[in-house]
């Protein structure tokens, strides 16, 4: 496996652009277009949350009943949640005039919007930054870029990873961009993400390698615990690296889901990272525990509690709090036998030796925890399991941010 | 039902008292005690974190085990919590001494921390310090409100309510105080809590109505989402009103348990609106919902979120994030059937209506959010039962009080 740098457009086949639309924001890009040369074999996870937004609706069709998908086109600023019929229209207004200008079928058209809730999408500015996007699509680096800043709401930076892999002597490349960075508590799906991948593999294939791996990646992070109403992570696969296919139970399967794995980590810790208001990266390493799920469910307790992110902004080592978050997860587990330790750049301290304050070094502990990347080891010597989740601090920009983010 | 000033003392044959008895804070009163006259029939509920406080322990033990309870210490500053052995032993010796001074046998003594999770207990100073209380105990009412000042953490202001009623031609009056103020989001019980009653009532019926209201009062509040270590309720009726002993099934149950509702409804909407940092009570109402259960569901997910909770801080009627809260809640429901109000001291106003934005006027509903107390009034439209639950806004306060609650 091979790092590169890129995002959608890494693999063969694939073209992005971003436009300045002025759907909300001004003078920013803020329309994005993924486009393939050929059709490709989609897989997708969507919100769990009972109020879906019109695209989540409408791309979920395309997904189970079009034969392929082409194209998505973005927009940020408003996310075309709880608008109703006309909310849904604009999908489909949105996909007929994409399908015209690309020469597509309207039913391989995607769409995704992030924003605000419960304000309609201005459709003749949708329409006008359709065609501009289609004007502007190229296969360069520089264009997954553009796409990639274009989608960005509050996100202080813009997420890309890219990986390379051999399937049967073949290069097979894997791209992908997201974005955060509120209302982010995935379940089964993130707020915004995007995989693109020139690999040839089966819709039910990439399907599962797709269901098998959120569970550790994106439904690992937690930025404030909110499930969004428009969270969507898809995966577009063109074919285009003419590997032969990737079959079930193979080394290549293995490999596919590793590559797979590192686009969706990578893209999913700097989600978290770059959390509203964030200063830190919070992660929370689970080892010794009795079962995975238990695992994933106790890091995750860990990273979404308001008084451990607190903490981490405040890089004071109050760890009863990660103690007390373990505790109200959910899982059984015995409190006096839990070491802990915080991790960083700066060194590694014991912080909990059997679920009692070992006495470590204040200075040392502020120290490791002043750092921007922290990690809360947890070893609950139950069992061979272990999750890691991934999280950031809670700031006064937090705050700040969500206060008057419409304004 | 009469509303009465007060708390702890208000009941006949109840004393309190609080001191200074420096545990962590300095110069100011640091412990409380809560004595009554006679035997009390006990009544509690405890947190349910897996992480349970030393104090926790030990009171489980006396409500379950002990003939009766005569006496509660309390401290604030450090919560006896992840202290093992030595911690558990600090409840007996508080007990112990506790005794000697009453009068009383140890295990009618009961005891509660609350503070900083991990460190021990300074016990020569809380030893001094219930020699001072177990002088200083009186039956006024101001007695009383020097335990309530006494028992607080980051509280702003104490928190008591009292409440006479009449059973058999007798007058039996209740009485409360508690504390809040973060980590605070009780699941069958509250942060610290403690009730008193002269009332004649089994241990049974007293338990069956505890269990029963906290499900709609303290279990309906949240400030943080961390469910404390420390979390207890705790009833004491010493049966001094000489009432005809309250029997099950009865108009005087019902009377007792409305009671008993007020005082600890009135605590738990205090404890909410005083929560860390708050500057707003939000309250929220859900109606026309499916099943009650559902109805505390969709309620209490609402005033957990960290969006809505920055919205009421930023007087932004950003109401899509409410639908978002109810929409992961895990309650199913028509997102197209959604009425929404906001509602407060200076008006109502109509946000959604079918699930769709109504077009408000902004300003409007800005001034309706800018009230101290703030209402959200969500119809569900599914059937007849309803809900409430308090929480508050999300403020710079929370953070900078969280981010060095240990300096």
């Known amino acids: 496996m091979k790092i590169r740098t890129g995002g959608v457009t890494a693999a063969k086949g694939f073209e992005a652009a971003g436009a300045e639309a002025a759907i909300k924001y001004q003078n920013r890009k803020d329309m994005a ?68 200008l690309l020469n597509i079928p309207e039913d391989a058209v995607l769409v995704a919007s992030t924003g605000v809730i419960g304000m309609q999408l201005p459709i003749d500015r949708i329409e006008a930054g359709v065609e501009k996007l289609a004007k502007a699509k ?3 680096l520089d264009a997954g870029t553009q796409a990639a800043e274009a989608i960005m709401t509050t996100d202080t930076r813009s997420k890309q990873a890219a990986v390379e892999i051999e399937i049967g002597g073949v290069k097979v490349t894997l791209g992908g961009m997201c974005k955060g960075s509120g209302m982010i508590h995935p379940n089964m799906c993130t707020m915004l993400g995007f995989v693109t991948t020139d690999a040839v593999i089966s819709k039910e294939l990439l399907t599962r390698a797709l269901k098998e791996d959120v569970v550790d990646t994106f439904n690992m992070i937690s930025v404030d615990g909110d499930t969004s109403t428009n969270d969507t992570l898809l995966v577009m696969a063109n074919g285009m690296a003419e590997n032969p296919e990737i079959q079930d139970g193979t080394p290549e399967y293995e490999e596919f889901k590793a590559a797979l794995h590192y686009i969706n980590e990578s893209l999913a810790k700097m989600m978290a990272g770059d959390g509203e208001g964030a200063t830190a990266l919070l992660e929370t390493k689970v080892i010794g525990a009795d079962t995975k799920e ?44 839990i070491d802990l330790y915080f991790e960083s750049k700066a060194g590694r301290i014991k912080i909990y030796q059997d679920g009692v304050s070992t006495g470590y070094n204040e200075e040392e502990a502020t120290k490791i925890l002043s750092e921007p990347e922290v990690t809360v080891l947890v070893d609950m010597k139950m069992g061979e399991e272990s999750a890691t989740a991934w999280g950031c601090d809670l700031t006064y920009d937090y705050v700040k941010i969500n206060a008057d983010y419409r304004s």
């Not at 451990?308 to 080592?317: E, L, N, R, S, T």
């Open 294 to 337: 238990n695992a994933r469910i106790l890091s995750k307790s860990v990273v979404c509690s308001s008084l451990v992110k607190a903490m981490i902004y405040g890089h004071d080592a109050n760890a009863g709090r990660v103690l007390c978050a373990l505790g109200y997860s959910g899982v059984q587990f015995d409190p006096e036998k």
């Open 33 to 100: 277009i993924i486009y393939s040369k050929k059709p490709c074999t989609l897989a997708a996870t969507f919100t769990t949350n009972v109020v879906k937004a019109a695209p989540v609706l409408w791309d979920k069709k395309v997904v189970e009943e079009s034969p392929f998908g082409q194209a998505v086109i973005i927009n940020a600023g408003i996310a075309n949640a709880c608008t109703g019929k006309e909310g849904l229209d604009y999908c489909s207004r949105t996909a007929k005039k994409s399908a015209e």
């Open 138 to 140: 190229a296969e360069t």
